[in-house]
């Protein structure tokens, strides 16, 4: 479960606009870097949002990248897509 940050707190540099889907790629990308470890297959890997909180799931679905090969995070290395299947 990923809590999200807020924008309205206080002495916050955090926007909606610019983070939100940052945080939810990288949420992704760290569940599937432990999946391994947390014994979950990779390919089954998603985000869910209800009412007002399906933006980002849904923007996550559409906006998304295989990871960074060259990078030295191996999060980072991850791909941030959402795959739930049947």
Do not use: C
């Not at 707190?9 to 990308?29: C, F, G, I, K, P």
């Not at 060259?70 to 959402?82: H, I, K, L």
Request: aromatic fraction near 8%.
């Amino acid at each position: 479960m990923l809590k999200y940050r807020l924008a309205r707190e206080t002495n916050s540099t955090y926007t909606v606009d610019d983070h939100a889907l940052a945080d939810m790629q990288r949420a992704l990308r760290l569940v599937r870097s432990r999946s391994t470890e947390w014994g979950i297959a990779t390919n089954r890997i998603g985000v869910m949002g209800f009412s007002a909180g399906v933006k980002w799931p849904s923007s996550s679905a559409m906006r998304f990248d295989p990871g960074a090969a060259d990078a030295t995070d191996a999060v980072a290395r991850q791909s941030s897509r959402p795959d739930f299947r049947r």
